[in-house]
């Protein structure tokens, strides 16, 4: 007798003193303390089932025969003893093993049908092979002949609260066969029928028995056992009569088994081998999932609310966020972001202030965190053209200028380093300044101008800036420093100094630096620095704390919509608690299960995200047209998204494992 492959004198099952006792915590029926020891339910059954053998086991009710059952189809462990599949001690096997043996040599029916009621009656009869990986086509060919057979040929797609007890009692039939069914293991199949409903299914299991099937009945009706070819008796969790159950009792021909059984070492194999690819089993559980969610639409579209909530503020605040962010930087634009301004105070009657030199120029210039400096010599000017007068602002400064303030030309060029070398006759002209002169659409580009009478060519046209600080900010001509001061004002004091510094956050200590070291080098403390990039540093980063915040409140909505996925997951799992154990007494692993309600957490996540972005791009494109400043992102939005469907995973996993670690027994007991 070897354990690799059963010769036909080895048991199919073959129990050796197996005891079941309930913990005491969970033995609250005073009535069964009186006539057992404490929740002690098998006290010592040893037992051997032959392939294809039909054996009835009959007893009171309380006897043990479900517990007994539970053991026999791997639902359940005894507390002590020894089971052994075809001579192989389940007691080594993982839940997984467990799994693949109820898939694929056992098949339930039970006294309350426990068919999964959102499927129809096919899609129920097919469960037991999705977990077996039959492809979709033949399992859905496999579960419609098995229902016609069984005469539900009719009623395929029919919901099991649309079905009689009868049929519903034959669906579960159906679904035992459904992975061959070597080993029918029937429990009180009819318990919960009429006589005639309950007799049909006993000519049923009649049948199934005749065609080689192992069929195990467990029935507290003598009468119904009586049909059975062998009666085992039990009373208090032991056997008290067995009618036969030697191996001879089995003619060979009967022996042979509905699905042959597989070498042990190829079985072990399989046991742990993929049933299924991924994408199918995944679109398998989205279909479930989806219609999980459709039954429960009213509570789906609640939790879909808050997941739809978070992601659209997520978008839409981090769209107005980044909006009045940019605005604080576009109202500093006009100048450069990082430059700050030196001028010499106004002087009083008492003492009269000096000017600005270029050696404070220099001075400036070779301070730490300064990057470049602009002295700007600045007066009150007429501007001529033919007979056109215009009074505007001139100015006169180095080329630096333009990256120090930001200024760039929108036609023609700048004046160069050469033009201030050569004490040039060059101008570029602000908008203002042009259009008041050259209204008449001359190109302004080498036109000559008198600016205070001192001819001038206009070599190129600053860029628009608008107004800031009241000032139009296109009033003004500039023209190199040298030829200001030697051919307009008269003298090389700059009106003031602009200063770009590198590093933003230094800015302060570089205005302190500033005042310090002209107050040594003039010997009196009368240079003021309009430091505006502290200014628009604290206000920029303020915007960014707000949009940080506005991102934060839309982060805690999103995480409000997980808690709420969370808790409908939770919800799912507790009412599904029998569909858990009716998937698991069919064959399902417990990966098949956590990927089951994993993806029902996804899939809301998912569709609330997608609408939620949908809402959110409405609201981002309502604000825009009501003029509100947004930054539309499209990271934002694919993270948001992101977010959403991770907040599936990750709110969806305790409920799912929870799910996944159920005990079957315990799981199919439940409601
Ligand atoms: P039968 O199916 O023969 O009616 P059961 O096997 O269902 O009997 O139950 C046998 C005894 O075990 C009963 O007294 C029952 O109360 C007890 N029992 C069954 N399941 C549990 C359980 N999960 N926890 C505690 N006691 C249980
Ligand atoms: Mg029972």
Same mark, same amino acid.
């Given at each position: 007798?070897?354990?690799?492959?059963?010769?036909?004198?080895?048991?199919?099952?073959?129990?050796?003193?197996?005891?079941?006792?309930?913990g005491?915590?969970s033995?609250?029926?005073?009535?069964?303390?009186?006539?057992?020891?404490?929740?002690?339910?098998?006290?010592?059954?040893?037992?051997?089932?032959?392939?294809?053998?039909?054996?009835?086991?009959?007893?009171?009710?309380?006897?043990?025969?479900?517990?007994?059952?539970?053991?026999?189809?791997?639902?359940?462990?005894?507390?002590?003893?020894?089971?052994?599949?075809?001579?192989?001690?389940?007691?080594?096997?993982?839940?997984?093993?467990?799994?693949?043996?109820?898939?694929?040599?056992?098949?339930?029916?039970?006294?309350?049908?426990?068919?999964?009621?959102?499927?129809?009656?096919?899609?129920?009869?097919?469960?037991?092979?999705?977990?077996?990986?039959?492809?979709?086509a033949?399992?859905?060919?496999?579960?419609?002949?098995?229902?016609?057979?069984?005469?539900?040929?009719?009623?395929?797609?029919?919901?099991?609260?649309?079905?009689?007890?009868?049929?519903?009692?034959?669906?579960?039939?159906?679904?035992?066969?459904?992975?061959?069914?070597?080993?029918?293991?029937?429990?009180?199949?009819?318990?919960?029928?009429?006589?005639?409903?309950?007799?049909?299914?006993?000519?049923?299991?009649?049948?199934?028995?005749?065609?080689?099937?192992?069929?195990i009945?467990?029935?507290?009706?003598r009468?119904?056992?009586?049909?059975?070819?062998?009666?085992?008796e039990?009373r208090?969790?032991?056997?008290?009569?067995?009618?036969?159950? #030697?191996?001879? %009792?089995?003619? /060979? @021909?009967? !022996? $042979?088994?509905?699905?042959? *059984?597989?070498? &042990? =070492?190829? +079985?072990?194999? #399989?046991?742990? %081998?993929?049933? /299924? @690819?991924? !994408? $199918?089993?995944?679109?398998? *559980?989205?279909? &479930? =999932?989806? +219609?999980?969610?459709?039954?429960?639409?009213?509570?789906?579209?609640?939790?879909?609310?808050?997941?739809?909530?978070?992601? &659209?503020?997520?978008?839409?605040?981090?769209?107005?966020?980044?909006?009045?962010?940019?605005?604080?930087?576009?109202?500093?634009?006009?100048?450069?972001?990082?430059?700050?301004?030196?001028?010499?105070?106004?002087?009083?009657?008492?003492?009269?202030?000096?000017?600005?030199?270029?050696?404070?120029?220099?001075?400036?210039r070779?301070?730490?965190?300064?990057?470049?400096?602009?002295?700007?010599?600045?007066?009150?000017?007429?501007?001529?053209?033919?007979?056109?007068?215009?009074?505007?602002?001139?100015?006169?400064?180095?080329?630096?200028?333009?990256?120090?303030l930001?200024?760039?030309?929108?036609?023609?060029?700048?004046?160069?380093?050469?033009?201030?070398?050569?004490?040039?006759?060059?101008?570029?002209?602000?908008?203002?300044?042009?259009?008041?002169?050259?209204?008449?659409?001359?190109?302004?580009?080498?036109?000559?101008?008198?600016?205070?009478?001192?001819?001038?060519?206009?070599?190129?046209?600053?860029?628009?800036?608008?107004?800031?600080?009241?000032?139009?900010?296109d009033?003004?001509?500039?023209?190199?420093?040298?030829?200001?001061?030697?051919?307009?004002?008269?003298?090389?004091?700059?009106?003031?100094?602009g200063?770009?510094?590198?590093?933003?956050?230094?800015?302060?200590?570089?205005?302190?630096?500033?005042?310090?070291?002209?107050?040594?080098r003039?010997?009196?403390?009368?240079?003021?620095?309009?430091?505006?990039?502290?200014?628009?540093?604290?206000?920029?980063?303020?915007?960014?704390?707000?949009?940080?915040?506005?991102?934060?409140?839309?982060?805690?909505?999103?995480?409000?919509?997980?808690?709420?996925?969370?808790?409908?997951?939770?919800?799912?799992?507790?009412?599904?608690?029998?569909?858990?154990?009716?998937?698991?007494?069919?064959?399902?692993r417990?990966?098949?299960?956590?990927?089951?309600?994993?993806?029902?957490?996804?899939?809301?996540?998912?569709?609330?995200?997608?609408?939620?972005?949908?809402?959110?791009?409405?609201?981002?494109?309502?604000?825009?047209?009501?003029?509100?400043?947004v930054?539309?992102?499209?990271?934002?939005?694919?993270?948001?998204?992101?977010?959403?469907?991770?907040?599936g995973?990750?709110?969806?996993?305790?409920?799912?494992?929870?799910?996944?670690?159920?005990?079957?027994?315990?799981?199919?007991a439940?409601?």
């Open positions: 007798m070897t354990r690799e492959v059963p010769a036909a004198g080895v048991p199919l099952i073959e129990l050796q003193d197996i005891r079941k006792s309930y005491p915590a033995s609250e029926s005073t009535d069964d303390a009186e006539s057992l020891p404490p929740a002690m339910v098998l006290r010592g059954i040893s037992l051997k089932l032959f392939a294809g053998e039909f054996v009835a086991i009959v007893g009171a009710s309380g006897s043990g025969k479900s517990t007994l059952m539970h053991i026999l189809g791997c639902l359940d462990r005894p507390s002590s003893g020894r089971y052994l599949f075809e001579g192989e001690d389940v007691a080594g096997f993982d839940a997984d093993a467990l799994a693949w043996l109820r898939r694929e040599a056992f098949g339930f029916v039970f006294q309350g049908y426990h068919l999964v009621p959102t499927e129809s009656a096919r899609e129920n009869v097919e469960i037991p092979a999705l977990y077996a990986g039959m492809p979709e033949e399992r859905r060919v496999r579960a419609t002949a098995l229902l016609e057979r069984l005469a539900m040929g009719a009623r395929l797609d029919h919901r099991p609260s649309q079905l009689s007890g009868g049929q519903q009692q034959r669906v579960a039939i159906a679904r035992a066969l459904m992975n061959g069914g070597r080993i029918i293991l029937a429990d009180e199949p009819t318990g919960a029928l009429d006589s005639q409903s309950g007799a049909e299914v006993m000519k049923l299991l009649n049948e199934l028995a005749d065609a080689g099937h192992t069929v009945l467990i029935t507290h009706d009468n119904v056992a009586a049909q059975a070819r062998r009666v085992i039990i208090d969790g032991q056997i008290v009569a067995d009618s036969g159950g #030697a191996p001879s %009792a089995i003619s /060979a @021909s009967t !022996a $042979a088994p509905a699905a042959p *059984a597989a070498p &042990a =070492a190829s +079985r072990r194999n #399989a046991r742990h %081998a993929p049933q /299924a @690819s991924l !994408a $199918a089993d995944l679109h398998e *559980a989205a279909r &479930a =999932a989806w +219609r999980v969610m459709w039954s429960n639409r009213f509570r789906t579209g609640l939790t879909l609310l808050g997941i739809v909530i978070g992601v &659209a503020s997520v978008i839409a605040m981090l769209a107005v966020g980044s909006g009045s962010q940019q605005q604080v930087m576009a109202q500093f634009e006009t100048f450069g972001v990082r430059t700050m301004f030196v001028a010499a105070r106004e002087g009083s009657v008492r003492a009269p202030g000096a000017p600005l030199t270029l050696a404070d120029v220099d001075t400036v070779g301070l730490a965190n300064v990057e470049a400096v602009a002295p700007y010599i600045e007066d009150r000017v007429v501007v001529r053209r033919g007979n056109v007068d215009h009074a505007s602002e001139g100015g006169g400064t180095t080329v630096g200028f333009a990256h120090v930001g200024w760039g030309v929108s036609e023609g060029l700048m004046f160069e380093e050469a033009d201030e070398q050569r004490v040039a006759k060059v101008a570029v002209i602000g908008q203002t300044v042009r259009r008041a002169l050259f209204a008449d659409g001359t190109d302004p580009i080498g036109q000559d101008v008198l600016i205070d009478k001192v001819p001038f060519q206009v070599v190129g046209v600053l860029a628009a800036k608008g107004t800031s600080d009241g000032e139009d900010q009033d003004r001509v500039v023209v190199p420093f040298s030829a200001a001061a030697a051919r307009l004002f008269g003298h090389q004091n700059p009106t003031w100094i200063v770009q510094v590198r590093d933003m956050e230094q800015a302060t200590q570089t205005a302190e630096a500033i005042e310090t070291e002209l107050a040594a003039r010997r009196v403390r009368d240079v003021r620095v309009w430091n505006r990039v502290e200014a628009i540093r604290v206000q920029s980063a303020t915007a960014r704390a707000m949009t940080m915040m506005l991102g934060l409140i839309a982060a805690i909505s999103l995480v409000v919509g997980g808690i709420g996925v969370m808790n409908v997951m939770l919800m799912t799992v507790r009412e599904r608690t029998r569909e858990v154990g009716i998937r698991m007494a069919t064959g399902a417990q990966t098949d299960i956590l990927r089951q309600f994993m993806t029902e957490a996804v899939l809301v996540t998912s569709v609330g995200g997608t609408v939620g972005v949908a809402v959110g791009l409405f609201i981002v494109a309502a604000l825009m047209l009501a003029g509100v400043p930054v539309f992102s499209l990271l934002a939005s694919i993270g948001a998204f992101g977010c959403a469907v991770l907040t995973l990750v709110f969806g996993f305790m409920p799912a494992r929870n799910a996944a670690r159920l005990d079957p027994v315990v799981a199919l439940s409601q």
